[in-house]
């Protein structure tokens, strides 16, 4: 007995999702203690304050620097095994160690939103279905007036070993229709375990085409190196055949018995990326993403931490996916944006996923068309390797990118004469357009005729955006909406006119330019709805003709066989930004979006609208192509020692007081400068660039170093001071450890 005791371990350090850098000690009572072994990873409930908190165990000990008395015991112990793995809450905490954020605020971020509320980590059951014998012999015909009823039946008669309802709700099928099915005696049910599969997959249809040399090299290449961490950058131009290479390089893996997590950044994809992989592995796939209900998330997290789920494909917090056989990690579009989290835990997913998959010792690929200069670099230094596929596969040529000089001439809603010819002859060969204008809405300004009133925000500094369809003013910054006038308040005119035009605008004119053909818009607003995007490319895939109009969105990994002209109706959008990286996203968008042309049989062709045809960046882009481009903006931020041959770390605090954030950070330089190393430079506090956004006043302040220990160590000073002063005034500090936005 004695020695059980001796073993025991009395305190438990737990997280807690607050936004303090700290864990809280707690003991743990005997009752607990001898009939349960607690592990970090596992979730209790413990008091705090005045009411009581669930929390992850991040330790377990036989001490406490705290005096005893003053710790109190668990409330319960909430899992027979641990939430989060030995491997992930190792990730935890060296992201926020790394990212300076609050740990236990890391730790709840990985988990899913029902596991943070308390749900059992558990398999539900679900339903399957099954034909009876009258099902399996009834024909589809006689449905043909239910065809909801024969789509359902269809796909059970094709699934001999049941359909779950999993599966039937991916397939889109209407949970109704089983139901009447089940009335007539036509399909029967049985609830199993989640987890207890049969045929949950989709049959494979696809052989797989021959790889081209370059796609060859590169796979072989990440083959060897499989079995050890190791990251390459798959540098490909678009329609390059890149999912190409790791579909290979999957498929051996996934012989082997290992788990992949494939990121995607945007929702959008999924169905897409899902559609290519089910056709070609005869696997569990699961999908993570923000779009799918908490449920859904959660099974398909127990699935990947069940190790049932071969393939994970997910976004930004995919990342986070337990996966105790994880062989592999694939992040597409590397480049993208969205793998950095920009609010709260403002972490980026391609870093931690490298850092992960080095704890793991398993390699990295990341892909993209645009490599993003960080990893640009990282391939130069050779710290990844550089796996470049400079053809087109299959019979797909590079488009050919024309710059149209739009100085003097006159336009027909925003379109030159040249663009507008073009997508006529386009439309008649029975191809497809695509035009891209990266603002979303009808129009970004509402103004008056009589007074010059503009429409604006009433808790940001910027104007609202004009929605005609929703009969909307917003704010595409707070989120604030407001319903559209026709009069002014300020002198009461009705002249209310828009100035500038979104996508909204343009699908309406070329609407009445171009009657006969299907006009398809996709930006945030038409894509709202669950599944909307979905339903959008298929759209897309059905018709031949069609104009395809969208905002960046558009930019990202699609693949539209029939689009074969692209026009980008304002190449001069990113050129005079005030963000260093700017030129770098201008490049990776536009090279991005003319790479949707062309990418099947028919030769593909790009129109850039542009008032500076001469402006080294366009020309640069249009002649040299995106390696050449970004290698000369790579010596530039050299030359001016900006990321990635330095490290940023930005601090950023906001009040609804005009002046507090500003003075809070003038006063931590003033304190904290001199214990600073000589290597660190800081500038600032300085305002950003929309000073106030949702009632908030934004103030920031810049510090970089070509060393990360200095930074580290400055940047620490600055959190420990923040929380400090920050406990008197009501301001609030974020911490943004490599950000991609400055200002
Ligand atoms: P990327 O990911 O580089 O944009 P994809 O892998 O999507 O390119 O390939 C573009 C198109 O070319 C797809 O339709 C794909 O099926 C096809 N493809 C890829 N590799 C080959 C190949 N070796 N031979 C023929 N077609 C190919
Ligand atoms: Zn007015
Ligand atoms: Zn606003």
């Known amino acids: 007995m004695s020695e059980v005791l001796l073993t025991l371990s009395p305190y438990i350090k737990v997280a807690l999702p607050v936004p303090m850098r700290t864990l809280f000690d707690y003991k743990v009572p005997k009752a607990i203690a001898l009939r349960h072994e607690l592990k970090p990873g596992m979730r209790v409930k413990v008091p705090f304050g005045k009411s009581s908190r669930l929390g992850v165990i991040v330790a377990v000990s036989d001490h406490s620097e705290w005096d005893p008395d003053q710790i109190k015991p668990l409330t319960s112990l909430h899992d027979k095994s641990p939430v989060i793995s030995a491997e992930l809450m190792a990730l935890c905490e060296w992201a926020a160690r790394y990212y300076h954020h609050p740990i236990g605020d890391v730790i709840f971020h990985a ?66 229709a089983a139901k009447i099915l089940e009335e007539k005696g036509l399909l029967r049910k049985e609830p199993r375990s989640f987890n207890k599969g049969g045929e949950r997959h989709a049959h494979v249809t696809q052989i797989p085409p021959t790889l081209n040399m370059e796609q060859m090299r590169a796979t072989e290449h990440i083959l060897d190196y499989r079995h050890q961490f190791h990251v390459a950058l798959l540098d490909g131009v678009t329609g390059s055949g890149k999912t190409e290479v790791f579909l290979r390089v999957m498929e051996r893996l996934i012989d082997e018995g290992k788990q992949i997590l494939v990121m995607v950044p ?15 592995f005869n696997t569990d796939i699961v999908l993570m993403h923000s779009n799918m209900s908490d449920r859904e998330r959660l099974d398909a997290w127990l699935l990947a931490a069940s190790g049932h789920a071969k393939i994970i494909i997910g976004t930004r917090s995919a990342a986070f996916i337990p996966a105790p056989n994880l062989g592999l990690i694939v992040i597409d579009e590397e480049h993208d944006t969205s793998y950095k989290q920009h609010e709260g835990f403002r972490y980026h997913a391609r870093d931690l996923a490298i850092k992960r998959a080095q704890a793991l010792n398993i390699p990295v690929l990341l892909a993209s068309a645009t490599p993003s200069y960080e990893s640009l670099t990282n391939a130069l230094q050779k710290r990844f390797a550089w796996l470049k596929l400079r053809q ?40 497809q357009v695509l035009v891209f204008l990266n603002r979303r809405g009808y129009a970004p300004t509402l103004m008056c005729h009589q007074c010059g009133w503009i429409a604006a925000c009433d808790h940001c500094d910027v104007n609202l955006t004009v929605h005609k369809r929703a009969n909307k003013l917003h704010c595409h910054h707070c ?53 909307a995007m979905a339903k959008l490319t298929q759209k897309i895939h059905e018709h031949d003709q069609a104009i395809l109009i969208g905002t960046q969105m558009l930019a990202k990994g699609h693949h539209f066989p029939n689009v074969t002209l692209v026009i980008i109706m304002d190449a001069d959008a990113g050129l005079f930004s005030s963000d260093f990286r700017g030129m770098e996203r201008t490049a990776q ?22 008032y500076h045809p001469d402006h080294t960046a366009i020309e640069c882009l249009c002649n040299l192509g995106y390696e050449h481009f970004a290698i000369d903006g790579l010596a530039e931020r050299k030359s001016l020692s900006l990321p990635p041959f330095y490290h940023q770390v930005i601090i950023r605090a906001e009040s609804g007081n005009e002046q507090e954030a500003m003075q809070l950070l003038s006063t931590m330089r003033n304190d904290l400068e001199p214990y600073f190393s000589k290597d660190v430079f800081l500038v600032g506090p300085y305002a950003a660039i929309i000073v106030r956004k949702a009632g ?23 959190t420990e001071w923040l929380e400090q002063s920050t406990k008197q005034h009501r301001i609030r500090f974020a911490i943004d450890v490599d950000p991609l936005e400055t200002y």
Do not use: Y
């Open 392 to 431: 087109r596969a299959g019979n797909a040529h590079i488009p050919k990118m024309e710059r149209v000089d739009l100085r003097g001439k006159s336009l027909v809603h925003g379109f030159s004469e040249q663009a507008l010819v073009s997508m006529k002859q386009c439309l008649e060969r029975k191809e």
């Open 111 to 176: 988990l899913p939103i029902l596991l943070r509320k308390g749900e059992n980590a558990e398999f539900r059951t679900e339903n399957w279905w099954f034909t009876t014998e009258k099902g399996q012999t009834t024909s589809l015909e006689q449905l043909s007036r239910a065809p909801r009823q024969q789509d359902f039946l269809k796909a059970v008669q094709q699934h001999p070993n049941g359909l779950s309802q999993h599966a039937a709700s991916v397939l889109d099928l209407a949970p109704n």
């Open 696 to 718: 908030q006043h934004r103030a920031l302040i810049s510090l970089k170093s070509a060393q990360r220990a200095p930074l580290h160590q400055a940047t620490q000073m600055m």
């Open 266 to 280: 945007e929702i959008g994809l999924t169905p897409q990326t899902l559609k290519r992989f089910e056709n070609r």
């Open 479 to 531: 989120d604030t909406q407001k319903a559209l006038i026709h009069t002014c308040p300020e002198c009461q005119s009705e002249e209310l006119f828009t100035v500038g035009e979104g996508t909204e605008q343009i699908e309406t004119q070329l609407s009445t330019l171009f009657k006969e053909v299907p006009i398809l818009r996709i930006d945030r607003d038409s894509t709202q709805r669950k599944s």
């Open 589 to 610: 968008l536009i090279t991005q979006v003319a790479g949707r042309a062309g990418r099947a049989k028919k030769p593909g062709h790009v129109l850039l609208q542009t």
